[in-house]
């Protein structure tokens, strides 16, 4: 019921008078413009007495209009104590910030020969896997620069699960050469891109069936990974 264009909340609202909806929970992450028409639907939505709740998946920015979400909720969560530091640096109201770690799913530990047979991998063949949203702070050209060294020691492919957000030009870009360097390193048989959609109980075994998960992100700040989670969940290193 909603975009990211200018006018694009418009439905929000009678949406939630019609449901009588008492609680809206705003899930704020980088790509939502703070220039955009999100606060003058949670002013209007408070004035019809509903509760707004917002939980930030980042905070990495120094726009104050940040810290105006953050004021206008009844709540906020976030996954990192940094997170609470930087939204209070920009003005909003520490005692209504609560940290709330990304937590970990049930662990499911299973036979690693028995995991690669059941999807018909060669049980002697070592897996490397990286999942998630594709950009260029994943580090995934680097674990593809990598696999040549590890080739000349052991016999391994590559499964990279994932695509690029579908509004980010930078990740779609970061796609396109990454796929570009599996070509000029000649490693089309020993890399899989799986960038279609994989529904959780596939991803689960296609986890589990894996030697190694590697998050080679790149980034030089704090991280709250959901991926991380998931990954430690499958029991694999």
């Known amino acids: 019921c909603w975009t990211r264009d200018a006018n694009g909340g418009a439905e929000i ?20 413009p703070l ?10 939505a408070r004035a019809q007495g509903i509760r707004i709740v917002t939980t930030f998946h980042t905070t990495e920015s120094q726009d104050e ?22 939204l209070v640096a920009l003005g909003a ?6 940290c709330l770690p990304i937590p970990v799913g049930e662990l499911e530990f299973t036979d690693l020969a028995e995991a690669k047979l059941a999807l018909d991998w060669d049980p002697a063949q070592k897996v490397i896997a990286t999942f998630g949203m594709i950009d260029p702070h994943k580090g995934i050209l680097g674990l593809i620069n990598a696999m040549p060294a590890l080739q000349n020691r052991v016999n391994a492919k590559l499964l990279i699960i994932g695509t690029p957000h579908p509004e980010s030009e930078e990740g779609a870009q970061y796609l396109l050469t990454c796929m570009n360097r599996v070509l000029d390193l000649g490693l089309q048989e020993s890399v899989r891109f799986l960038t279609e959609f994989v529904p959780e109980a596939e991803l689960t075994a296609t986890l589990q069936a894996c030697d190694v998960i590697a998050l080679n992100y ?20």
Do not use: Y
Not at 15 to 26: A, D, G, N, R, T
């Open 65 to 86: 209009r940040l810290a105006e979400v953050a004021r206008l909720s009844d709540a906020c969560w976030v996954h990192h104590p940094q997170n609470i530091i930087e």
């Open 93 to 98: 109201p520490a005692d209504r910030i609560q």
């Open 218 to 237: 790149a980034s030089d700040r704090f991280e709250g990974s959901a991926c991380l989670t998931r990954a430690l969940a499958a029991g694999r290193p």
């Open 35 to 44: 220039n955009g028409w999100l606060s003058n639907v949670i002013l209007q």
């Open 13 to 32: 609202l009678p949406l939630m008078l019609q449901q009588k909806i008492e609680v809206l929970h705003i899930n704020h992450g980088a790509m939502f």
